[in-house]
Structure formats: structure tokens, C-alpha cells
């Protein structure tokens, strides 16, 4: 149980696309998700808290505009990269918060997206 | 920053050694957890110990927490090769329930 996934796993596109990643809890509700992004040989930096039903909260530096957050089921979360650049090039973490039963409030990890623009 | 600090940035030892990474945080927490990552891959969940517990085991992994100094060790005991890999510590803010992880520590274990 507590499983959370992302798709695409991987993407590449061209500079000026948009770009969509999918975060799912696949056997558990979450109201809350969070969105990190991770450059090569760096840590996990948060990028924003996605909450169902209401606006995203971003984390000071992140453009809201580019990275645009859509929490619109207790079990799903997009975070879709507008215009994408190469410096965008990044992999993308998203987790969930359980609500209930065993993991109640436990956060768990999708596995990741490697986003490379061009 | 966001980010907690870890020391050290990279860690070297022989197989069979310990191996030892500390994770200093700035804010109340209501946990503190430890992520390993291999180059490339997601993360995998070590350990998770509340701010009202001093230490937890779970195999060859120790984890210390000392509130007070805002700070945590890792130990891994009788290192292996396949315990090579990027080593994270997060914490759970009190205030926000949000993760923020710590800067990381590369840990590689010679043969």
C-alpha cells in the first residue's frame, strides 16, 4: 500500500513547449501533495504544496506562472512546466500526504520525472 | 535556504567500515526522516524517527535525534558496496507539515 506514481517517467521536449507531469496516489487519498525538483547532484528543493480543491502554495522563487499546479482529485495532482527552457531540465518528485488508515499523515514518494528540454 | 545541512558532503570508506552523516535543521519538527537515493533513481525510505523519540534501529541503520540541537546522525554499520549512494535527511516542519530535505551526503564504499 501507499503508493504514489508519476507519468510520464521520463520526457523530452522542445524549448517552448509546455510540458505536463501526472503525481497519483494510487491506493490512498491525499488532500496534500508536494512538488520538489531535483538538479543533478543537488538535493530535493521544494517547489510548491498543491492542495485539492484550492490554489497552490509556492515556495519563495518558484514562478507560478511557469510552473503551473492542478489538484483537482484526492488523487491526482498535475504540475505541467509552461515554455519550457533547457534550464528547466530537471527531475521532478512529487509526494502525497495519506489521510487515513495505516500511513494516516505519512508522506510517500513517486518515483520521479526526468524532464530534458532542448 | 531551505534546506537542512549535512555534513559530510561526501564520505569515502572501506567495505565493512561505519559509516557515519549528520543533519543539522533549523525549525521545530515533527519528524525527522532519512532518504538513500542511487544516482539517477527516486528515493527510498530508510527510517523515520519523531521529535519525541532519541533513537531508532532498523537493521544495520542507527538514528539518532537531539532536538535540542536541532540535529541527527545516520549511522549504517558494516558497510557494503551496494550501500553506495546519496544519503538525505528530511524534516517534517511543525508549523507548515511540510518536507524539506537536507543538502545530502555521497557516500561510496570501496571495495
Known amino acids: 500500500g501507499a503508493v504514489v506514481s508519476q507519468h510520464p517517467s521520463w520526457v523530452i521536449c522542445k524549448s517552448g513547449t509546455s510540458v505536463k507531469i501526472e503525481c497519483r496516489s494510487l491506493?490512498?487519498?491525499?488532500?496534500?501533495m508536494f512538488w520538489y525538483r531535483q538538479f543533478p547532484k543537488q538535493s530535493l528543493m521544494l517547489m510548491a504544496t498543491s492542495n485539492e480543491g484550492s490554489k497552490a502554495t509556492y515556495e519563495q522563487g518558484v514562478e507560478k506562472d511557469k510552473f503551473l499546479i492542478n489538484h483537482a482529485s484526492l488523487t491526482l495532482s498535475t504540475l505541467t512546466v509552461t515554455s519550457a527552457h533547457p534550464e528547466d531540465s530537471s527531475f521532478y518528485i512529487c509526494?502525497?500526504?495519506?489521510?487515513?488508515?495505516?500511513?494516516?499523515?505519512?508522506?510517500?514518494f513517486g518515483p520521479g520525472t526526468r524532464l530534458t528540454v532542448l | 535556504s531551505q534546506q537542512g545541512e549535512e555534513d559530510p558532503q561526501a564520505l569515502s570508506i572501506q567495505e565493512g567500515e561505519n559509516a557515519t552523516m549528520n543533519c543539522s535543521y533549523k525549525t521545530s519538527i515533527n519528524n525527522l526522516q532519512w532518504y538513500r537515493q542511487n544516482s539517477g533513481r527516486g528515493l527510498v525510505h530508510l527510517i523515520l524517527?519523531?521529535?519525541?523519540?532519541r533513537e531508532k534501529h532498523s537493521g544495520r541503520l542507527r538514528v539518532t535525534l537531539d532536538t535540542s540541537k536541532k540535529s541527527s546522525s545516520l549511522l549504517i554499520t558494516a558497510s557494503r558496496a551496494a550501500d553506495t549512494a546519496s544519503y538525505f535527511c528530511a524534516t517534517e516542519h511543525s508549523s507548515a507539515s511540510k518536507i524539506i530535505f537536507g543538502s545530502g551526503t555521497r557516500l561510496s564504499i570501496r571495495p
Open positions: 491506493d490512498f487519498q491525499a488532500t496534500t
Open positions: 524517527i519523531r521529535s519525541n523519540e
Open positions: 509526494s502525497a500526504r495519506d489521510l487515513g488508515g495505516e500511513h494516516y499523515n505519512e508522506q510517500f
